[in-house]
């Protein structure tokens, strides 16, 4: 089995886990699987999660999930059919929130713009 496909159904694996059967009181919100990277030996998954929630338990949520990864992989022994499955590794992948951020603030630059030009800012033409 190649690496890809390792990592797309631990991907699938773990995204179920976090969705369904991870019952941890610390952990809040929402957490999406973005990206596994397993190492050649497959002793090793970085597992990139990015949080959909409340940001002012964030930080705890992750802290959690640092203490709970051999839970985390003990579930995921039940899963897949590996003879090693790999030791986890939490990341927090902030990429979703900043592309959030970064859609918030062109939707916000956008609309300034348009109430200029309704209120006669722009020239003629249409060109700033």
């Known amino acids: 089995m190649n690496i890809e496909r390792i990592n797309s159904e631990l991907l699938k694996q773990l995204s179920a886990i976090f969705s369904y059967e991870l019952n941890d009181p610390r952990i809040s919100g929402m957490l999406t699987v973005m990206e596994v990277q397993t190492s050649d030996d497959l002793s090793h998954a970085r597992v990139f999660l990015s949080y959909f929630g409340d940001p002012a338990k964030e930080e705890s949520t992750f802290e959690a999930l640092q203490h709970c990864t051999g839970h985390i992989r003990n579930l995921l022994k039940q899963r897949v059919k ?22 918030d603030a062109i939707d916000r630059a956008m609309k300034s713009t348009h109430e200029n030009e309704a209120k006669g800012y722009g020239d003629e033409d249409g060109n700033d």
């Open 82 to 103: 590996m003879r090693n499955v790999p030791y986890l590794t939490i990341i927090q992948d902030k990429s979703l929130s900043h592309a959030i951020e970064l859609t």
